[in-house]
């Protein structure tokens, strides 16, 4: 049983490697971009019901991304960053991200987000 299409917009090859592995291990489908313009193009393409979204992608950064699919779609977008001051998880939430989570993490915590995402959603 799918648990939710998710659309991971990560540059990171092996930190994407690793997200997709356990996240698909837990039951979602995964669709991975490596910037910014593919996720875009992925995400028209696939109807994701939920997006992770590094912010510091070549070509055009996520928090872009976050400004050009937000006013189209009402889904769970968690941003992934190594960018920790509370100044830039307030930008990223004032911009319509759902969720903020500071690079390192643990797996265990983002499947207890995306969880929590989904099921709000769902109840939506």
Request: hydrophobic content about 45%; proline content about 4%.
């Amino acid at each position: 049983m799918t648990k939710g299409r998710i659309l991971l917009v990560e540059d990171e090859d092996d930190l994407a490697r690793l997200f997709a592995y356990a996240l698909t291990r837990r039951g979602h489908q995964v669709r991975r971009a490596k910037d910014a313009l593919e996720g875009l193009k992925a995400f028209r393409q696939t109807k994701p019901d939920l997006i992770l979204l590094d912010i510091m992608l070549p070509k055009m950064d996520g928090l872009e991304f976050l400004r050009t699919i937000r006013p189209e779609v009402d889904i769970p977008i968690i941003l992934l960053s190594a960018k920790r001051s509370e100044m830039d998880r307030i930008l990223g939430l004032k911009l319509g991200a759902d969720d903020y989570m500071v690079k390192p993490f643990s797996i265990g915590e983002l499947q207890a987000r995306i969880t929590g995402h989904l099921r709000r959603q769902a109840g939506a």
